[in-house]
């Protein structure tokens, strides 16, 4: 008897989240390609110099994407941490999503101190996917996705290897007490230094941040160990660091690259996270620690002759940092996004679901299968990326996924049928829902506030900036994206989100 892939694959998820430890295939082919997925944290639109960033060098990310594919309509998950990654590691948008805010664990599940509200133990994962077909998988960097010995643990989502931060509250500090390896709890600092503290008063000190070990460090050194180690492949590695997102503490040598003439006045942490004595310069300074770690994998790939076997990809979970409240220099934790031209001109922030918020960059490279020194201005999002995986790599899909494969995009082609609509279901910072179809946008916020805003609507072909809003004069564009909603979104106890006039999910997801 023939068992289909796609069952196959649902078959051996069951064993594999059963508690009998991972689970592989009988091995993977030799020729399967490496995949390392590369996920900036809070980088904005216009922060790197191959999408137009003029004050900070970003040499190692622009070489990426000169060999490879450069994406100008690639969207995240979410614009927030936790349910962007969600929709990245299940392939289901924000209406069909397990996880679609940063919601602390311990709120709902008092017997953990840190981390975020897990994964279900039914939740299907991208890793599993390549853990099946008999990858190792490694995960290094910040999860969010659920407490070590939760259903949400890495290691219970298909990760043979977890190194970095648990926690994405931890994460705000790049001197944390500690790190977790697995389910072990690594102490890093005995005198960590906290990501929040205000000074209204007195000398900023950048020193005064800087703690023993930088954990970045430890993080960019496993990811070079575990590609030594698996060289002989398959692998799968996701590296989810945390640069550039704030507090402001890099190490004082990376500071020296930027002009001292850039900061005129102090951050005292008025907007939170840490005072820093050079804002701009340290915000700098974590967007080329980044890039750095980025060409340290890179090298890592080039010593080991892996990089014509392998796809790497390189986004960001989110726009740029938003505005503060306390101190209107600075948006939160000091980050200057109109000093650096963070969006290069999209409208809004991290926790929009405007394009600032949510657009992001994207590049590809695969020497050989993938053209260098492309670009390409393919719709997409994160919801894509576990069909497009499966496809580069030849894996069996679950069948259930919300997204649709870039993979023809990627080598040469066009994406196999229509586009579906891209789907945001947001219910914090006072509640959002977006859907781009076709060119068009459709956006309403405010709902879960007294006042609901109206829909509003924008031709993203003509109005990037989403300036001019069309909803006036486009009623059947607002009955269309209410017509998608009611189709795509589910309800969710954990987030719930009423939309007038669509309140009430029609079917339950799977």
Request: proline content about 9%; aromatic content about 10%; charged content about 20%.
């Amino acid at each position: 008897m023939r068992i289909e892939p796609a069952i196959l694959f649902v078959l051996l998820l069951g064993l594999s989240g059963s508690g009998a430890g991972p689970l592989h295939a009988a091995g993977a082919p030799p020729n399967r390609p490496n995949v390392v997925f590369i996920l900036a944290d809070d980088l904005g639109w216009g922060e790197l110099g191959c999408y137009g960033q003029k004050k900070i060098p970003t040499p190692n990310i622009d070489r990426l994407a000169a060999q490879g594919m450069l994406f100008t309509r690639h969207y995240s998950g979410a614009p927030v941490c936790a349910p962007s990654r969600c929709v990245l590691m299940t392939g289901l948008h924000l209406g069909h999503a397990e996880i679609r805010g940063n919601l602390p664990a311990k709120t709902k599940l008092p017997e953990f101190d840190e981390g975020q509200y897990p994964l279900s133990a039914g939740a299907h994962t991208l890793a599993q996917a390549f853990r099946i077909a008999g990858y190792a998988t490694g995960a290094i960097g910040k999860w969010g996705l659920g407490p070590v010995g939760s259903t949400g643990d890495p290691n219970r989502q298909g990760f043979d290897l977890f190194f970095g931060y648990n926690c994405q509250a931890v994460a705000h500090s790049y001197y944390p007490p500690h790190l977790w390896r697995n389910g072990a709890k690594v102490p890093i600092n005995a005198k960590p230094i906290p990501g929040h503290r205000a000074q209204p008063r007195g000398e900023v000190r950048a020193g005064d941040s800087i703690g023993q070990t930088y954990a970045p460090r430890l993080m960019v050194e496993e990811a070079e160990k575990f590609v030594a180690a698996r060289k002989d492949g398959p692998f799968f590695l996701y590296l989810a660091f945390i640069e550039p997102h704030v507090a402001l503490h890099p190490p004082p040598a990376l500071l020296e690259r930027f002009p001292r003439e850039w900061d005129s006045r102090p951050y005292r942490g008025l907007n939170g996270y840490l005072p820093h004595s050079r804002p701009r310069a340290a915000y700098a300074a974590l967007i080329a620690d980044l890039d750095d770690h980025v060409g340290r994998v890179l090298a890592a790939l080039d010593r080991h002759g892996l990089a014509d076997r392998t796809l790497v990809v390189f986004t960001s979970d989110n726009g740029t940092t938003h505005p503060g409240t306390a101190d209107p220099d600075f948006h939160v934790g000091g980050v200057d996004a109109a000093f650096f031209d963070s969006t290069a001109g999209l409208r809004g922030y991290k926790g929009s679901v405007y394009e600032g918020g949510i657009r992001v960059p994207m590049i590809v490279r695969w020497p050989g299968r993938i053209a260098p020194g492309t670009v390409d201005a393919t719709p997409g999002y994160f919801a894509d990326w576990f069909p497009t995986l499966c496809d580069a790599t030849g894996i069996a899909r679950p069948g259930k996924l919300d997204g649709q494969s870039l993979w023809p995009a990627m080598t040469g082609g066009k994406m196999a049928g229509e586009r579906r609509p891209m789907v945001w279901v947001f219910p914090e910072y006072g509640g959002q829902v977006a859907v781009r179809d076709g060119d068009m946008k459709m956006v309403r916020r405010k709902l879960a506030t007294p006042a609901p805003g109206a829909w509003e609507v924008y031709d993203l072909s003509k109005d990037p900036a989403e300036a001019r809003d069309l909803a006036a004069e486009s009623p059947g564009l607002v009955r269309r994206a209410e017509t998608i909603l009611r189709r795509e979104m589910d309800d969710n106890a954990l987030f719930p989100l009423a939309v007038p006039g669509i309140a009430g999910a029609s079917r339950v997801h799977p």
